[in-house]
């Protein structure tokens, strides 16, 4: 039979139903609530980490996505395959929410857990929660302005060592305001602090004392 006369067939009541829509091809809905969650927890189990790993990743950075559809939406209305199309794309979109804002690291199911309870509407839903680990357990990104901030700068001056000061305070020299000077700067430098002081005037040098001006005598 060629396409057109299939096309045909399939407009016509009278020629029979086509020979695709037999009962053999004809969708199955879920009635059942107990269907609903065991393809549920069969799509999460599938995705999730084996728990030897599990247990090596425990105290990595996590983070939870969560979902929900009222029951009645989904009883007698998706078959096995479409529900199963469902739960699969909520997870995809939760991994996708995760990495728009923590895109450095590689996230995977650890643990979910799933209910069946009431919303403050007392309409009856499916909820399940998710927990997705970062396998590499990088650092959370910081965000600045919308930006993330890739680099932290800590500014960290080392402390002076003792050797160093002893060595500077102790020094034999004459000169008392050279050494008094030496452990000013030694003081500044271990506490990290720059203080600012006025350079000191230097001692004015005495003026000659000048001829006195010539007394002019009128007569």
């Known amino acids: 039979m060629s396409l057109f006369d299939e096309a045909e067939k399939a407009r016509n009541p009278f020629l029979g139903k086509p020979e695709s829509q037999d009962t053999g091809n004809k969708k199955v809905f879920i009635n059942q609530t107990s269907s609903l969650l065991n393809i549920l927890n069969e799509v999460l189990t599938s995705q999730k ?38 739960v699969s ?37 499916i909820y399940f929660v998710v927990k997705f680990v970062d396998l590499d357990n990088q650092d959370d990104l910081v965000y600045r302005n919308g930006a993330p901030v890739t680099t932290t700068v800590n500014v960290q001056t080392s402390p002076i060592p003792d050797e160093l000061v002893s060595a500077l305070t102790s020094k034999k020299t004459d000169d008392g305001e050279l050494k008094d000077l030496i452990k000013q700067l030694v003081v500044a430098m271990s506490s990290n602090v720059v203080e600012q002081k006025e350079a000191p005037v230097p001692a004015k040098v005495a003026a000659t004392k000048s001829e006195p001006a010539p007394v002019v005598f009128e007569d």
């Not at 794309?89 to 309870?117: C, F, H, R």
């Open 89 to 125: 794309n909520s997870i995809v979109g939760m991994l996708k929410t995760i990495k728009n804002s923590q895109p450095n690291g590689e996230w995977a199911v650890i643990d979910y857990d799933v209910k069946i309870d009431y919303d403050p509407s007392k309409i009856e839903r």
């Open 49 to 86: 980490i084996p728990s030897k790993k599990a247990k090596a990743c425990k105290d990595f950075r996590t983070r939870l996505g969560d979902c929900s559809w009222c029951l009645h939406q989904l009883q007698g209305k998706v078959t096995a395959e479409g529900w199963n199309n469902i």
